[in-house]
């Protein structure tokens, strides 16, 4: 099995070294990696200048960086590296759960696995105060990577590791309830207006979600569609205005 693996951390990022290093167990692997942090880039691409890579080890896996965004090294280790079989993309250093999967970049390099014909897993751990402890995560990952990558009906899931020892796995839905975007106003040192659009916790998550497997302990695994058809809302157009 060949295994892509990318992040939005940066090549750099203790995330994924410890996702090749888990990952190696289960195929062969390739890192190609965002060459600085691209947090929050979502599925950006990029258009208007050129790409370029250099080859950058990380133990004994090949290791590319990348000048440019999450999505871009899926589609340039895609394109270098023929017969992928799954695109990994983390250990995101923070969780990426509910409506913080829009502008994830973790998640957008395993949707654009999905876009080129690929299976894409995207892979976050919650971060308290510290790093998360990926001794800790060590074995649930490895029960995950066991378990996602010999099912090929799963084509795109979304995997949040909780801050402690996982309690155990939960198949889970994207909590959409709740959205923690939130403008937080302040100043530079000269008294000038700033701005962090920055997240704030959400409480009363809903059984069955992904926030609340992670809240209680548990490792989430959502699977995903690319289609964001509402199907509701088509249906009843096409029924209060019929087009000829
Ligand atoms: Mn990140």
Redesign the pocket.
Known sequence: MRILIA???GIYSPGIATLAEVASKFGEVRVVAPDV????AGHAITALRPLSYKRTPIGNFEAYRVNGTPADCVALGAYHWEKVDVVLSGI???SNLGNAMWHS??LAAAKQAVLLGLRGIALSATVARDEPNFDILKPSLEKVLALLLQDRDLSLVNVNFPDEKPKGLRWTRQSVRHYDGKVVPGEDPLGRKLFWFTVIPIEGTEEGTDRWAVEHGYVSMTPLRLDLTNEKELAGAQLRHPLD
């Open positions: 992040n939005d951390d942090e691209q947090s929050s995101n250093l923070g970049g973790t």
